[in-house]
């Protein structure tokens, strides 16, 4: 798919998912697109558990009241930073940054692969929730989901909704010109 | 460009640019990919001031000792979130995300265009430079450049470094399994 076409078609999807599957190959190459995204003096702090397994995906669809994704997502990616990030430029850490580039990489690349998903973010960081999901992946203490995306093949059709106009958030050579 | 080509070849160019120019319309197509990338709740929080005004783009490019794509950049785009971000989901803000989320789709389109670029982060946040070039685009107290992008078309070949393993960022089902 075109990088233009991809980047328009991209939407957060929160709708029912087929029984369509989504295959192991398709989840290394969106994971393997997230490697590939810039971070902070290419430190690469970003890690994934790909979760596939049946029985861990049937513990993650039950926790979400709302959001169907949530609810009936074949597989999740889980995004990793560290709890304490180092610095890696002077006292400076990437990590929320590096983290973010690499998921709307693999936002990308879900859409172009015919998946949808949704970023989830904050609901992870409320009632324990990134830390239940993280003892289910053996995660270590020293490191946090801070990213979630559930993946299937999307049952309804939606699209991106429209975004504010160019003119109200950007600008030639100064701002509010 | 096909978007798994685009993000293969995006990497970061820190060498020099030919005299070639950065034209006004490829610059509204690399910030409208920005406009399009997600955000919490959709909250569309970054702002962009495209630089391409020859006088002030003489002046950042006096600012950088050594990046050779930050002294010779035709045009810059600078990214703004809030000083001081407001919650949009409970207590959360997601303006850094939000940023990085749509500098990565700036930056593949950058890619998909022939031009190159590198992500300015931390060098930003030193000896009040961000501040500097905020006062040059007549940014309000409000905003903060977050990311500032130097773009031109790339003199010298180059490309991605080699990244560290799928085995060793990703796992499947358990962390380090």
Chains 1, 2 share one sequence.
């Not at 990030?85 to 936002?107: G, I, R, T």
Request: net charge negative; aromatic share 8%.
């Amino acid at each position: 798919m075109d990088i233009f076409e991809a980047m328009q078609k991209r939407h957060s999807y929160r709708g029912p998912f087929t029984n369509g599957p989504v295959n192991a190959d398709d989840l290394k190459k969106i994971v393997s697109s997230g490697l590939i995204a810039p971070s902070g003096c290419n430190a690469q702090t970003t890690e994934f558990v790909i979760v596939d397994d049946k029985e861990i995906v049937a513990q993650i669809n039950k926790m979400h009241e709302l959001n169907k994704a949530m609810q009936q997502a074949r597989a999740y990616i889980a995004c990793l930073v560290g709890t304490d990030p180092k610095p890696v430029y002077q006292e400076f850490s990437f990590e929320v940054e590096d983290c973010a580039a690499a998921v709307e990489n693999m936002l990308l690349a879900i859409t172009a692969l015919g998946y949808a998903s949704v970023w989830i973010d904050g609901w992870l960081r409320r009632e324990g929730r990134a830390a239940s999901i993280a003892e289910m992946l053996n995660v270590p203490d020293t490191k946090t989901i801070r990213i979630l995306l559930p993946i299937g093949v999307p049952a309804d059709q939606s699209k991106q909704p429209d975004k504010k106009s160019f003119q109200e958030r950007a600008f030639f050579n100064k701002y509010n010109a």
